[in-house]
């Protein structure tokens, strides 16, 4: 009973590098997110896919981008990664629809030096 | 203004006490709102989701929601050391986008 699992849950990069943090889910849901959490900022929306096939934009999208692989896969990449992005990142799904739980993976620790 | 709003906090209170948080929101169609819970270096987990007007209750949890004024608040009775932690709150709007506050910490004294 995995959830939403999430790799790597830490890794440090240096200024300019690139990496792709992995999640995949095995709840057949059909909406997947990905947010970042600094200390004071909440979880804020990088970029969000509502179902196989489609992503959108959230809050914060710049510097990021994504890819919804199948149902169970949501990827998101650091082309040029900046200090800007350090932070922890959660990987999130939920069946859609008008209503149903969130469920999130335990995050991923990234530090950009 | 942003989205959803909530005061930082911390707000502390005594065990046994009644915890009382609030989150208000600008987008008048939101339709489902959240209360989440999360314990420091860990994952939210939902603890409460209202949809309706009034007030829905589960055990010592009651969220309330107010669509007229557009603020939904959590209120948390016999407060226990164990409820310290940051609890978010999170609208949905249009679509499929859920936007969260930047969450409010709670601090139990035993």
């Known amino acids: 009973n995995a959830g939403v699992t999430q790799t790597p849950k830490f890794q440090v990069l240096k200024t300019g590098q690139s990496m792709t943090l992995q999640c995949a889910q095995d709840?057949?849901?059909?909406?997947m997110y990905w947010y970042r959490q600094d200390p004071g900022m909440g979880l804020r929306l990088i970029y969000y896919?509502?179902?196989?096939?489609?992503?959108d934009k959230g809050e914060v999208p710049n510097g990021y981008n994504v890819s919804r692989l199948n149902k169970r896969e949501f990827s998101l990449r650091l082309e040029s990664a900046a200090p800007s992005q350090t932070s922890v990142y959660f990987c999130a799904s939920r069946t859609g629809g008008d209503s149903r739980e969130l469920f999130f993976g335990e995050g991923s620790r990234l530090t950009v030096l | 203004q942003k989205e959803v709003e909530q005061n930082s906090g911390p707000l502390s209170v005594p065990e046994g006490a009644i915890a009382s948080l609030n989150c208000t929101y600008s987008?008048?169609?939101?339709?489902?709102f959240f209360w989440y819970r999360q314990y420091s270096g860990k994952s939210p987990e939902l603890i409460m989701s209202i949809y309706s007007n009034g007030d829905k209750e589960d055990g010592r949890f009651t969220a309330q929601l107010n669509k007229a004024s557009q603020y939904v608040s959590l209120l948390i009775r016999d407060s226990q050391p164990s409820d310290s932690a940051t609890y978010l709150c999170a609208v949905r709007g249009s679509g499929d986008k859920l936007t969260f506050g930047t969450g409010t910490r709670l601090a139990v004294r035993p």
């Open positions: 896919s509502a179902s196989e096939g489609t992503t």
């Open positions: 987008d008048r169609v939101s339709q489902s």
């Open positions: 709840m057949n849901h059909n909406s």
